[in-house]
C-alpha cells in the first residue's frame, strides 16, 4: 500500500517538456510566422523555446507536487500528512509506551489467635500513585503505576487476595500476604521549566526530547495547574475528586464503591501538544491575558456584536466564533511573567515490551499510612515488605507513527467525530470510563418513549435516550449502580454527547435464573463426578461475563455443550425458571420464563433486562435419570 501511494503520479497542469515545447512552436508557428520560420533543432529561436519549455516543466512539477501534498491521501511529506491530520482533529504520537499489569505484594501482621486470627488492616498501606519499577531485560524503561493501591480494599473489580504467609510455632498465623494488580506504563518521568515575560499571542516552548509520550502535569509558582486540552477553544476539562464527606455528603456514602467524582471545571489555564516532523513535541498556549475569569465573563450585546466595527444591518447575519467573540482569554491565557514546571513522562518503543516475569524492582515508591497507635518497627517492616512482579508480558510499545499509519489513523478519526451517535458509541464510550469513577458493567441504550397525554399511545421521543447501566458488587454478581456512579457517568459523556441529546440514565432489570436438568450418563461413569462437570459448564456458559442485554437463552446450545462433557449419554430434560424472592438476595424482579419460551428458545423482556444466575451453587441443580 505504501510503495502504491508513493509512485502514484498526481497532475494538475497534465503539461510536460514536451507539450510545453510543442505548444510553443504551435503558438510561434500561429502567431509570428514571419518572425520566426526557422524550427530545427539546432536554431536559436528553437533554444529560447526550448529554455521556455524547461521553465513550464520545472513549475509544473512544483504545481503538481503542491496539489498531491495538500491531499491526504497522496501526500508524502511527513509534516504536510502530519498537519492535514491535524486539521482532521488527529493528534500524531512520538511514540507509544508499553503497558503491563502489576502484581503488588505486601506482608501484614496477623491479629488474633485460633478461629478469631484475621490480618490486622491497620496496617495495610496505601501505595501511591506513580511506583517506580525497573526490568531486568536490557534497554528498557522504567514502569510507574497509573492508580493508587489502597490494600484495604477490595471489590470484584478490585480484589485483594489473603493468603497466610507464615504461622508460629502454635500453628497460629504471624503473617498474611496481601496480593492486589495495578497497570503500569513504561516510560521515565523528568521536570522541565520554561520561564515567560511579557504575555505572547499564542505562544509556544519546544521540548527538546523527542519520545515524549505524555505530559502528566503542569503547574505555576502558585501551584494553580495548566490543564492540556484537545484543542485551545475547549474550555472545560475532565477532573478527578477524591469521593469524600467534604466535597458531597450524598454521594460519599458510596465511596466504597466509587472512590473518585469525576468533575468538570472550566479553566483558561491551558494548552495544546503538537508533535513535530522531527519528534520533538511542542507546547502551544492561548491569547487571552484578561485578569477576569472565563467564567465570569458571558455573551452580552456589548460583546457580541452593537460594539463592533462594521455593525449595521448588513452583518446581522455574520456567523460569530463564541469562543472568539468574547473579549476574554481567547483560546487560554497566556503566560504573563511566570515559570511553569512540565511534569512529563519520556519512554516507548519496542525496547519496552519486556518479558513475564523481569519486573521486579523497586526504584521508588510513597504510601499512605495513618501510623498512629501502631508499633513502628512494624510499619517499617510492612513497608520493606512490598514486592512486585509482572505475571504477563508488557505490550503495546512502537516507535512513531509511520507516513502510512498517520494518513490511515486520521481518516478513521475524522470519520468517528469523536463524539456519540450510533448505539454503540454510547455503550464503548461508558464501557471505556475508569473504574475508579465506578464500574460500570452492562450497558444498553434506546430512545425514550413518553405517553402522549392526548391518546396516552407511547410514542417515541427523538430528542431523548435511555441509558441503563448496571454494575458488579463485590463479589462479580450484578447489582444497580449506585448514585455517585451514575452521576460521573453523566459528566463523562456531556464532553462527547450531542447538544440535541437528552440522556436518562436508569438502572437495568436483572432477571436472576435457576436451572433444572436431567441427564442419562454413560455405564461405568460415577453420576456425581458427571453432574459436577455439567455443573461447571453451566456456569462457564452463563458466566455474567459473557452476557449482555436483551440477550435470549437458546436451550437447545446448552442442551449440545452437555452432550459434549464426557460421560453423558443423553440430556433428558432442561428447566429454566425465574427467582425472584428479594428477601433471598435475588433482584425481585418476576419473569414467566414459561411464557417467554418459544422453540427451546427463550425469549429476553421489552424493558432492558439481564438474565444472570446469581448463586451457582444453589439455582444450578442436575439429577442423573433412566430410561
Same mark, same amino acid.
Given at each position: 500500500?505504501?510503495?502504491?501511494?508513493?509512485?502514484?503520479?498526481?497532475?494538475?497542469?497534465?503539461?510536460?517538456?514536451?507539450?510545453?515545447?510543442?505548444?510553443?512552436?504551435?503558438?510561434?508557428?500561429?502567431?509570428?510566422?514571419?518572425?520566426?520560420?526557422?524550427?530545427?533543432?539546432?536554431?536559436?529561436?528553437?533554444?529560447?523555446?526550448?529554455?521556455?519549455?524547461?521553465?513550464?516543466? %520545472?513549475?509544473?512539477?512544483?504545481?503538481?507536487?503542491?496539489?498531491?501534498?495538500?491531499?491526504?491521501?497522496?501526500?508524502?511529506?511527513?509534516?504536510n500528512v502530519s498537519d492535514i491530520a491535524e486539521s482532521f482533529g488527529y493528534k500524531t504520537i512520538a511514540t507509544a509506551p508499553s503497558s503491563v499489569d502489576l502484581d503488588l505484594f505486601i506482608l501484614i501482621p496477623a491479629a488474633g489467635t485460633g478461629i478469631t486470627a484475621a490480618p490486622d488492616w491497620r496496617y495495610a498501606p496505601v501505595v501511591k500513585e506513580g511506583l517506580k519499577a525497573d526490568s531486568s531485560d536490557p534497554g528498557s524503561n522504567q514502569f510507574y503505576t497509573l492508580a493508587p493501591v489502597d490494600f484495604r480494599t477490595s471489590s470484584s473489580l478490585d480484589p485483594t487476595d489473603v493468603s497466610v504467609y507464615k504461622i508460629d510455632a502454635n500453628g497460629n498465623p504471624?503473617?498474611?500476604?496481601?496480593?492486589?494488580?495495578?497497570?503500569?506504563?513504561?516510560?521515565?518521568?523528568?521536570?522541565?521549566?520554561?520561564?515567560?515575560?511579557?504575555?505572547?499571542?499564542?505562544?509556544?516552548?519546544?521540548?527538546?526530547?523527542?519520545?515524549?509520550?505524555?505530559?502528566?502535569?503542569?503547574?505555576?509558582?502558585?501551584?494553580?495547574?495548566?490543564?492540556?486540552?484537545?484543542?485551545?477553544?475547549?474550555?472545560?476539562?475532565?477532573?478527578?475528586?477524591?469521593?469524600?464527606?467534604?466535597?458531597?455528603?450524598?454521594?460519599?456514602?458510596?465511596?466504597?464503591?466509587?472512590?473518585?467524582? &469525576?468533575?468538570?471545571?472550566? $479553566?483558561?489555564?491551558?494548552?495544546?501538544?503538537?508533535?513535530?516532523p522531527d519528534l520533538r513535541t511542542k507546547i502551544c498556549f492561548g491569547a487571552g491575558s484578561s485578569n477576569v475569569a472565563d467564567e465570569i465573563i458571558i455573551p452580552n450585546p456589548n460583546n457580541m456584536g452593537m460594539h463592533l466595527p462594521y455593525g449595521n444591518v448588513s452583518a446581522m447575519d455574520n456567523a460569530w466564533d463564541p469562543s472568539n467573540a468574547m473579549f476574554t482569554r481567547a483560546y487560554g491565557q497566556a503566560p504573563n511573567n511566570t515559570t511553569l514546571?512540565?511534569?512529563?513522562?519520556?519512554?516507548?518503543?519496542?525496547?519496552?515490551?519486556?518479558?513475564?516475569?523481569?519486573?521486579?524492582?523497586?526504584?521508588?515508591?510513597?504510601?499512605?499510612?495513618?501510623?498512629?497507635?501502631?508499633?513502628?518497627? $512494624?510499619?517499617?517492616?510492612?513497608?520493606?515488605?512490598?514486592?512486585?512482579?509482572?505475571?504477563?508480558?508488557? $505490550?503495546?510499545?512502537?516507535?512513531?507513527?509511520?507516513?502510512?499509519?498517520?494518513?490511515?489513523?486520521?481518516?478513521?478519526?475524522?470519520?468517528?467525530?469523536?463524539?456519540?451517535?450510533?448505539?454503540?458509541?454510547?455503550?464503548?464510550? %461508558?464501557?471505556?470510563?475508569?473504574?475508579?469513577?465506578?464500574?460500570?458493567?452492562?450497558?444498553?441504550?434506546?430512545?425514550?418513549?413518553?405517553?402522549?397525554?392526548?391518546?396516552?399511545?407511547?410514542?417515541?421521543?427523538?430528542?431523548? &435516550?435511555?441509558?441503563?447501566?448496571?454494575?458488579?458488587?463485590?463479589?462479580?454478581?450484578?447489582?444497580?449502580?449506585?448514585?455517585? $456512579?451514575?452521576e460521573n457517568v453523566r459528566n463523562y459523556l456531556s464532553k462527547f454527547r450531542i447538544l440535541t441529546d437528552a440522556i436518562n440514565i436508569k438502572d437495568g432489570f436483572i432477571i436472576n435464573l435457576g436451572i433444572d436438568y436431567s441427564i442419562i450418563t454413560l455405564p461405568g461413569h460415577n453420576n456425581n463426578t458427571v453432574l459436577l462437570r455439567c455443573n461447571r459448564k453451566i456456569n462457564e456458559i452463563f458466566n455474567i461475563t459473557r452476557w449482555q442485554f436483551n440477550e435470549p437463552i437458546f436451550l437447545a446450545n446448552i442442551a449440545t455443550e452437555l452432550d459434549r462433557i464426557e460421560g453423558v449419554q443423553t440430556v433428558q430434560d432442561i428447566n429454566v425458571y425465574c427467582k425472584h424472592d428479594a428477601a433471598s438476595g435475588y433482584s425481585g424482579n418476576f419473569y414467566n420464563i414459561q411464557e417467554a419460551t418459544k422453540n427451546k428458545i427463550v425469549y429476553p423482556s421489552q424493558d432492558p433486562a439481564i438474565f444472570e444466575i446469581k448463586y451457582p451453587a444453589i439455582d444450578i441443580r442436575g439429577k442423573t435419570v433412566t430410561y
Open positions: 500500500m505504501g510503495q502504491q501511494l508513493q509512485t502514484q503520479k498526481l497532475n494538475y497542469l497534465n503539461k510536460d517538456f514536451k507539450g510545453f515545447k510543442d505548444k510553443l512552436n504551435s503558438y510561434a508557428k500561429t502567431y509570428f510566422p514571419d518572425i520566426s520560420n526557422d524550427f530545427n533543432e539546432s536554431s536559436p529561436g528553437q533554444m529560447f523555446i526550448e529554455m521556455s519549455a524547461y521553465v513550464g516543466d %520545472v513549475l509544473s512539477f512544483y504545481i503538481d507536487n503542491q496539489l498531491r501534498e495538500s491531499l491526504l491521501l497522496h501526500a508524502q511529506e511527513r509534516s504471624e503473617t498474611y500476604l496481601l496480593k492486589k494488580n495495578v497497570k503500569a506504563r513504561s516510560g521515565r518521568i523528568r521536570y522541565k521549566k520554561f520561564t515567560f515575560q511579557e504575555p505572547k499571542k499564542y505562544d509556544e516552548i519546544v521540548f527538546e526530547e523527542k519520545d515524549i509520550t505524555e505530559i502528566v502535569d503542569c503547574r505555576d509558582p502558585d501551584g494553580n495547574r495548566w490543564y492540556e486540552v484537545d484543542y485551545l477553544s475547549q474550555n472545560f476539562v475532565y477532573e478527578e475528586v477524591r469521593n469524600t464527606k467534604t466535597i458531597d455528603p450524598f454521594f460519599a456514602e458510596f465511596k466504597e464503591e466509587t472512590p473518585y467524582l &469525576l468533575k468538570i471545571r472550566k $479553566t483558561g489555564r491551558r494548552f495544546q501538544t503538537k508533535v513535530l514546571e512540565f511534569k512529563y513522562v519520556v519512554g516507548g518503543g519496542l525496547k519496552d515490551n519486556v518479558r513475564a516475569g523481569t519486573i521486579r524492582e523497586i526504584s521508588a515508591v510513597a504510601f499512605t499510612l495513618d501510623q498512629d497507635g501502631l508499633n513502628g518497627a $512494624t510499619v517499617q517492616f510492612t513497608k520493606k515488605s512490598l514486592a512486585v512482579n509482572n505475571p504477563v508480558p508488557a $505490550t503495546g510499545g512502537k516507535g512513531s507513527e509511520t507516513v502510512d499509519e498517520i494518513r490511515q489513523n486520521a481518516m478513521g478519526f475524522y470519520a468517528a467525530q469523536n463524539r456519540t451517535v450510533t448505539r454503540e458509541d454510547f455503550v464503548s464510550r %461508558v464501557y471505556s470510563m475508569p473504574s475508579r469513577f465506578g464500574n460500570i458493567a452492562k450497558a444498553f441504550i434506546i430512545p425514550d418513549e413518553q405517553t402522549n397525554a392526548e391518546t396516552g399511545v407511547e410514542q417515541k421521543n427523538p430528542l431523548a &435516550l435511555n441509558l441503563y447501566v448496571l454494575s458488579y458488587n463485590r463479589f462479580g454478581q450484578l447489582t444497580p449502580s449506585n448514585p455517585t $456512579t451514575k
